[in-house]
């Protein structure tokens, strides 16, 4: 099965500012998504990120605000920008579906708290 | 993608078997239906999956009736770590649209 990990695990930030988050799969998948789960909510698929491609956002979610890179077939990383206490959630990236498992696999997660 | 329906909370005792009835009326003939577990401040969690009738592994079950329009995860004798948030989603991978979930919540 695939193992995510996510850098960092936690972070508090300050309104105004930015902040990348890395998401590393321990093998060569096609895409990568990452979501959004908010307090007590269950989770919003923010976008699609393909490698050599831009990535697709879904409605309500935009370039200029989640930033997303997928410079390789193995990590990916979102930008939540000039944050405000509204980006303040738990934010999630995930592989594509394993051809052997078949299953798709979750990252442990990013908790933002911004202030 | 189909949109998933599920009962938002339900309570259960320790040792007992618990059904969780998903309902996704409009899901394609292409779609699985996968159901996640989620604990708190962790990721989801892949419990089963399936396509049609039943499908088994060390963890759960999972009862597809022949329209697929619903399906039920079964939790056999559940244990006060069984308590997290469950998932149903129909779809084909890649792109997963979640649902509320279920709140499941076992008591001793």
């Known amino acids: 099965s695939a193992v995510i990990s996510q850098k960092p695990s936690r972070d508090i930030c300050q309104r105004g500012t930015s902040l990348t988050i890395q998401c590393q799969v321990d093998s060569q998948v096609t895409m990568m998504f990452w979501y959004r789960q908010q307090p007590g909510q269950s989770l919003t698929l923010i976008a699609t990120a393909n490698q050599g491609s831009e990535a697709t956002y879904e409605s309500g979610f935009v370039i200029d605000k989640f930033p997303i890179s997928r410079p390789n077939l193995t990590f990916s990383t979102l930008t939540v920008s000039n944050m405000s206490p509204e980006d303040s959630s738990i934010y999630l990236c995930?592989?594509?579906?394993?051809?052997?498992?078949?299953?798709?696999?979750f990252g442990p997660g990013t908790r933002l708290t911004v202030l | 993608l189909a949109k998933t329906t599920q009962p938002i909370s339900m309570d259960s005792y320790e040792g007992q078997e618990v059904n969780i009835t998903c309902s996704h009326n409009n899901i394609a003939t292409n779609d699985y239906i996968t159901w996640y577990q989620q604990f708190p401040s962790q990721g989801p969690r892949f419990i089963i999956q399936g396509y049609k009738t039943k499908v088994t592994n060390e963890v759960a079950s999972l009862f597809i009736p022949a329209d697929r329009k619903s399906s039920t995860l079964s939790l056999p004798r559940v244990s006060l770590s069984d308590t997290a948030v469950y998932y149903c989603?129909?779809?084909?991978?890649?792109?997963?649209?979640f649902g509320q979930g279920t709140e499941l919540s076992v008591k001793p």
């Open positions: 995930s592989s594509d579906r394993d051809p052997v498992t078949d299953t798709q696999y």
């Open positions: 989603l129909a779809g084909e991978g890649g792109k997963l649209i």
